[in-house]
């Protein structure tokens, strides 16, 4: 609507400045008419005016020819002294001949009395011939007061039948009579004389009196002469100027100039009719006009294009306008977001779309807003804790990502949605941003892939998942060496829950063992269900060696069989199930998944076929070791209920073979196998949470001694080296353990000497520091036992509250045998000294080790040479028999 009032606007304004160029085209056309034609009017007066005065001049001149001719009669005759009857007739017209044919104007001169009668003539005949003179012309002539020149009206030549006009004045006789000098003077030659051969179109001249008489004219108009013209009333006859007024033969509007001429009030006149003065104005305004028309017809031409340009324009604009609302409509019913950037990157357009998926947008986008400033709103409003440096690095990058990008990319907004944002460059160097709304796909992929590997009943991953992890775990087992378990479930008696109390209830146990195995299992192993009653556990990465690793997945196949023991709740059913599991480990050699999977399925059917609710490895070695390690097991755990073990007593000696104390170690006293040795029960017991118990009972046992001794001066001094593993100190509550047996015995702490090794106190390094810091502040010692063996310690060596080194039985055995071991004995001898420690050394079998040792400064010794572990009774009876040190002090 606006465009088209906004259209007629402009077709109005057209059509108006048209009509201004025309009124102005028109007025100046018209002005410069009316200034040529007066121009031309002016040229045509001026013209006149001077033809007149031309004319005039040479009218003058030859009627004072005529005049002074007339007067020279007298002379020439001799008149004034003569009567008229004196004249001799035919000299004097012999005289008069001779005069008037040096006349260029005058055919015939005559002498005439005042009768009329010629006496004397310029005419072959002389006095023959008869001049007829207009009425009373001689008498108005004859009666002039004074002699002047008078001119007749118009009359036919007597001689010529030519129209004439007299010239006569009169010569006074001798006897004062009068006799009359007349000249003929052809009209023709006069009008020629007044002509001077001008040409000027349209030209009327009158020779005429003041009374209007009408004396003689060019053109010649006969039937006019001696008629009386309109006189001139109102003219000044001397002005210069012409006169508008009608011509004076034809009438027609003209320019009229009038001059008098020296004689009897006589003028010229001249008159341009208006239409011959115009005649050459005519033709410029033929021109003017038609140049005008050409104007005209040119800016009417423009003006029409203009129009019609213009309503193209409008139309195209129209077109464009509507084009425009199309695709504004179109991107409005996008589903996807759009922007489009130009080439400084800023903002051009943009959809209500994609407000909706940046809705705090909404306030700051505006055309031509810089993209840079979109994005620091969106900062803004998304990380408000960002200062101003990460904001602007984060602008920065989302902009080169922005610039650098094509193709897409996905994007996570605040309020879940997943937005795909598409960029492509434009030709100018912009960029067309789409971004679409990918959550529903992107849900429905995760959900395909939960359908393609998870199952639907107990979410947990399914056959193919499980084939695929296990495939993964198998090569890298394969590479780092490091074995891997297989679990194969299946409970037992399934199907008889199916039938009796239906397929639902069924699935709800399925869906509870599903719960209980992921709670039985680290976040790195896979739980999987194969379908119908099926599970299988992945364990990776246990141990590098199989025995321990077949160990820790025996653990945890125990766990799950008493996880899955537990009664189960199903809707209003209590339902008791077991599982059976057979276990296979992977590892070192290279076997397929499937092949795995058949060997912890056939292990599992062993199970089955010996009673279910079991746990079952499907190699019978490992079965054998690893029934063997369950059964030790088992008996530790007896042999702490039983009080089986036992501590012996290895004396630690002085130089002088004074015992300073000794180290205990345990023994077991199996029922049925007899004494078994450490070696074979500790490191079972260290791979569960017997080793605390051990380490407990030990330690405990050991403080009870040394708080019985306490009352027995041969002893009283002695200290107790109790070994606390890796996994006793690494316990939270180890210091506070400690501490409280050594309360509860009242046990001196002094005389508490705690062995770690090295390896034991490097597990964790802070920690044990700080709890050995603990310990030491309560007065406990510390020693480290099988130093050397490890390649670290010297690091630590300084910062742990140390209070004795014991140099490894290894090193010892080989002193005289292997020359760096000696090295090394003296190497920590030298450092145990620099850093104010006792140093020990233990395994001394020999005289010759034991002189080494002295010879190097070591003053402490244990082993085979002086004594080896005894037990209590014995180490009491050995303390008889040896000088005991003084008590040392705390
Ligand atoms: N509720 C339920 N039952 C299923 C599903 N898939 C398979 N089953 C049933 O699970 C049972 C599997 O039984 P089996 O493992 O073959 O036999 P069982 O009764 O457990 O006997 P043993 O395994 O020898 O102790 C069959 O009755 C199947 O119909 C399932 O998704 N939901």
């Known amino acids: 609507m606006s465009m088209l009032a906004n259209r007629n606007r402009m077709v109005a304004g057209t ?139 118009p009359v036919v030549s007597f001689a010529s039948s030519e129209r004439v006009l007299y010239l006569a004045r009169y010569i006074k006789m001798a006897d004062a009579s009068k006799m ?68 004076r033969l034809t009438g027609a509007p003209g320019i009229v100039v009038t001059r008098p001429v020296l004689y009897q009030d006589m ?38 294009f203009a129009i019609w340009y213009m ?28 922007v489009l950037l130009n080439a400084e990157h800023q903002l051009v357009s943009w959809n209500q779309r994609f407000l909706e ?27 408000p804790q960002l200062d101003e440096e990460q904001r602007r690095q984060w602008i920065q990058r989302h902009m080169t990502q922005l610039l650098n990008a094509q193709g897409t990319h996905e994007q996570a907004l605040p309020s879940g949605k997943a937005i795909q944002i598409t960029v492509r460059r434009t030709p100018e160097g912009g960029r067309v941003i789409v971004y679409q709304d990918v959550t529903v796909l992107r849900e429905a992929m995760v959900e395909i892939e939960k359908l393609a590997f998870y199952d639907a009943l107990t979410h947990l991953p399914n056959r193919r998942l499980l084939m695929d992890r296990l495939e993964h775990a198998t090569a890298s087992n394969a590479r780092s060496g490091r074995y891997g378990a297989l ?102 050699t290279a076997l397929s998944s499937a092949d795995l999977l058949k060997q912890a399925d056939i292990a599992m059917y062993e199970v089955k076929a010996h009673g279910r609710n079991d746990l079952c490895f499907f190699d019978p070695q490992m079965q054998a070791t690893i029934n063997a390690r369950a059964q030790l097991e088992r008996d530790l755990h007896a042999a702490l209920k039983n009080n089986e073990f036992e501590l012996y007593y290895q004396p630690q000696y002085t130089l002088q073979g004074q015992v300073v104390g000794a180290e205990v170690l345990i023994r077991w006293h199996h029922p049925e196998r007899g004494m078994v040795s450490p070696i074979e029960f ?72 705690l062995e770690l090794t090295e390896s034991t106190v490097l597990v964790n390094v802070d920690e044990s520091i700080a709890k050995m810091g603990q310990l030491k502040a309560q007065g406990v010692h510390f020693s480290v036992d099988d130093f050397g063996t490890g390649h670290s310690s010297l690091a630590y060596l300084t910062q742990l509250p140390l209070d004795q080194l014991k140099i490894d039985q290894s090193f010892v055995r080989n002193i005289g045998l292997k020359p760096t071991d000696g090295v090394i004995v003296q ?54 028999q040896t000088q005991q040190p003084d008590a040392i002090t705390q």
Not at 721 to 747: D, H, K, P
Not at 859 to 866: I, N, R, S, V
Request: charged share 15%; aromatic share 6%; with cysteine.
């Open 682 to 753: 500790i490191s079972v017991a260290e791979e569960s949470e017997l080793i605390m118990h051990i380490g407990q009972w030990v330690l405990r046992t050991a403080c009870e001694q040394l708080a019985a001794w306490r009352t027995q001066p041969a002893a009283s001094a002695l200290q107790l080296s109790v070994n606390l593993s890796a996994r006793q100190l690494q316990q939270r509550e180890i210091v506070a353990q400690v501490l409280s047996i050594l309360e509860e015995t009242g046990a001196p702490t002094h005389l508490l000497k």
């Open 487 to 588: 679990l194969f479930l299946d409970l037992d008696h399934f199907k008889v829950l199916n039938d009796s109390l239906g397929h639902d209830i069924g699935d709800l146990l399925l869906q509870q063992v599903a719960q209980r195995l992921k709670t039985c299992m680290r976040a790195e192993d896979t739980v999987a269900r194969l379908g119908g009653d099926e599970f299988v556990v992945m364990l990776e990465d246990l141990s590098s060696r199989s025995v321990e690793a077949a160990a820790m997945a025996r653990h945890i196949g125990e766990k799950i069989l008493e996880a899955l023991n537990q009664p189960y709740q199903l809707a209003a059913h209590k339902y008791h199930s077991t599982p059976s599991v057979g276990v296979t480990l992977f590892g070192a």
């Open 827 to 880: 190497t920590i001898i030298g450092m145990a000294r620099n850093l104010g420690l006792e140093v020990i050394a233990e395994g001394v079998e020999t005289q010759l080790q034991q002189e080494f040792l002295a010879e190097h400064g070591c003053t402490l010794y244990q082993g085979y040479l002086f004594c080896k572990p005894v037990p209590l009774t014995a180490f009491t009876t050995l303390l008889a």
């Open 180 to 247: 009359l000098a007349v000249a003929q003077v052809e009209i023709p030659v006069l009008t020629s004389i007044v002509i001077q051969g001008v040409d000027i179109s349209g030209l009327e001249v009158t020779l005429e009196r003041a009374d209007g008489q009408l004396l003689a004219s060019v053109p010649n108009q006969e039937r006019l002469l001696g008629t009386r013209l309109p006189p001139f009333t109102g003219i000044h006859q001397g002005a210069t100027q012409a006169t508008r007024m009608a011509t």
């Open 357 to 383: 998926f940046y809705p705090w947008l909404a306030s700051c986008v505006q055309p031509l807003l810089p993209f840079e400033a979109v994005l620091n709103a969106s900062a803004m409003d998304q990380f």
């Open 311 to 338: 309503q193209r324009l409008q139309h195209a604009r129209l077109g464009i306008a509507h084009s425009k609302n199309t695709l504004d409509q179109a991107l409005e019913s996008m589903v996807s977001g759009f």
């Open 15 to 153: 059509v108006g400045l048209v009509g201004i160029f025309l009124l102005a085209l028109t007025l100046a056309a018209a002005a410069l008419l009316w200034t040529t034609r007066q121009t031309a009017l002016a040229d045509s007066e001026e013209q006149e005016v001077r033809f007149v005065s031309g004319a005039v001049a040479a009218l003058n001149r030859s009627l004072l020819g005529v005049d002074v001719l007339l007067a020279s009669m007298d002379s020439l005759l001799g008149l004034s002294g003569l009567v008229q009857e004196w004249i001799d007739e035919d000299n004097a017209s012999r005289l008069i001949r001779g005069v008037t044919e040096q006349s260029l104007i005058v055919r015939y001169v005559a002498l005439v009395d005042p009768n009329g009668r010629v006496v004397a003539s310029s005419h072959a005949s002389g006095s023959g011939l008869q001049v007829n003179l207009p009425d009373g012309f001689l008498s108005e002539t004859m009666s002039q007061p004074v002699s002047t020149l008078t001119i007749s009206a």
């Open 267 to 304: 003028l010229i006149s001249a008159s341009i009719p208006e239409a011959a003065a115009l005649d050459e104005w005519r033709t410029q305004r033929d021109f003017i006009i038609s140049v005008s028309l050409v104007f005209t017809a040119m800016i009417l031409a423009a003006a029409g």
